[in-house]
């Protein structure tokens, strides 16, 4: 094992993920720091919230891109082949979209954090590139979660559990290797741990509603 490109290829898929193109389009679009809106992050759904859903739709699909991009870089520079290879690259570009280096802020305590998305379009991205039919399934199945479940968080956690889904339920029947299976649950508890507050606010049943359920109750 090429130990040397291994690494290099974890460490150019955060890179790649950590690209904030919600930060950028929005601050090209309208001038303001996506940061200062709504819930902060970077992903699509505060990019429509910022700027409209040109922009939130352009955000989320360079996202996608992310979790595909890697998965590609993967085979292509680690010409041996390595299943772990294959979902830690995108499993390190959802890292970097969620906690960007190129988002580094102080907090009124002093410390630093990075600032980023929620992950769900990368990790979309990444099942995407592992293979290209679960992408649109997992993509169809999210929608329909967001409109009769009204909630953007549940959405991007169900992605993450589609992709352990589709790919357990694939390995099973001997098409994939299992590994392809972790990607699913590793990219879940980044997803969840991006989404704490988000979680929190579900429990009060404060969460914002979107949808069906949005329209119903008004």
């Known amino acids: 094992m090429d130990l040397l490109t291994f690494f290099g290829v974890i460490v150019l898929s955060y890179i790649i993920g950590a690209i904030p193109f919600g930060f950028i389009i929005v601050k090209l679009k309208t001038g303001n720091d996506i940061r200062d809106i709504q819930s902060g992050r970077t992903g699509g759904t505060n990019a429509m919230r910022a700027a409209g859903l040109g922009v939130g739709l352009s955000t989320a699909l360079l996202d996608i891109g992310k979790g595909t991009v890697t998965v590609w870089l993967a085979r292509t520079m680690y010409l041996d082949g390595s299943h772990w290879l294959e979902i830690l690259a995108p499993v390190f570009a959802i890292i970097g979209h969620n906690y960007s280096i190129f988002l580094i802020q102080r907090r009124p305590d002093g410390k630093f954090r990075l600032a980023g998305g929620a992950g769900g379009a990368t990790c979309l991205g990444g099942s995407l590139g592992l293979w290209w039919p679960s992408g649109i399934v997992i993509f169809i199945i999210a929608v329909l979660i967001f409109y ?16 352990t889904l589709v790919f357990g339920v694939g390995a099973a029947m001997g098409y994939f290797p299992w590994t392809y299976a ?37």
């Open 148 to 163: 009769f479940v009204g909630y953007a968080s549940v959405t991007t956690m169900s992605v993450a559990f589609l992709s």
């Open 182 to 218: 972790y990607f699913g649950l590793l990219a879940g508890f980044l997803l969840v741990w991006s989404l704490k507050p988000n979680i929190v606010r579900l429990k009060e049943g404060t969460e914002r509603l979107h949808g069906f359920r949005a329209r119903k109750k008004e």
